[in-house]
């Protein structure tokens, strides 16, 4: 067995692969889980003044967790009050009002790094109910370059980078790619997500196997710019983050007869990250085999990378090996195949075309053959089709 072959299999393997072409989600990563939690303000919580701006404090503490997040029931300040949930030392503070971000009371906070995050109401100028925290997201895993060896597809050598080496040429299709943090199932999880032209504002896609109700989309933290400043540097951009609204559309991950099978979601996220982000596009353009692409993504939950080279040396372009593929059971022909590298945490990640900036494939099967060695994406022809009017796909 060649040198490259024998890679694969063997790292294939870590992502549950059988032999033969069959096609795994490269799954969602997960970095924590939920633990019951028990703090709860008095309702109505005190009035203030401005001796006394913070009217209520709760410090939540989880031992031994690489990160928090605190989850609100029944939040509701009064107008002009506002809550911050903050690390001890201030340096991380996000900050709620009203009944949140969602209108309905409960909210998942979002990360603070360590086991410890201080809750404070400031205010207190009306009659507020307050809160109840009934628990708290412990992560066991650390949302940075920390991570510990996590489930990869890489064939042969791994050639991906930072995506500041291939500034300026990339910038348009990787501004808009985030890392997707969220509460499914009482874990918590990492994927890869970007922002698509579409009929809703700042639409997102990811995979249907990562994100598939809207439960999950309401705890979704989307981080962009989560990224090397520099070419092989130390030092991280300046991160904006976003919090999940409404979740639009999904198909499945596995067909159900003729239906589904296209591993994809499109939601919204709150704010307007497409004015400082922008957006990618999707295209119904079919592909060719040797076609050329980039595979921008979040692997383990780390800083934005790019595949541009499929080896080490780089002296092999990422490009598209097969097309119109059926791997396990995603939809009939809709599977496109490259050598790229990935990892648990990229899924989700659109295929870029190089000469377009435009989507081609939505990336989410590892190992899905050994010889060669491919990873897979849903084809954007697919998905275009199938979420219609909810996206705004080019033809070329």
Known sequence: ????LFRCAVVAAAVILASGAQGFAQGKLKVGDVRPYRA???HPYPLGTDARPVVWTDTAVSPGAEFVRVHFRNLHLAGGDYLTVSSPDGLQTWTYTGRGPNHDGAVWSFAIDGDTA???IHGGRGTG???LIDAVGHGTVALGPKNGPTPEVVCGTDGREDVACHLPEIDAAQRPVARLLFVSGGFQYVCTGELIAGSNNSTLITNNHCIDTQTETASLQAKFNYQKTTCGGATNAATTDYAGGTMLKT???KRRGNKGGLDYTLLTLQGNPEGTWGEIQGTTKSVAINDLIWFIQHPGGNQK???YWEDEGHTSRCKVNAINATYGQSAVGSQTGYACDSQGGSSGSAITDPNTGRAIA???YGGVSSNPCLNAGTAFSKICADAGSLLSCASN
């Open 305 to 307: 990378k790019i595949g």
């Open 362 to 364: 939505l990336h989410h």
């Open 40 to 42: 709860e303000t008095p």
């Open 118 to 120: 201080v809750v404070r």
């Open 251 to 253: 198909s499945t991950e």
């Open 129 to 131: 109910h307050g809160y």
């Open 1 to 4: 067995m060649s040198r490259l």
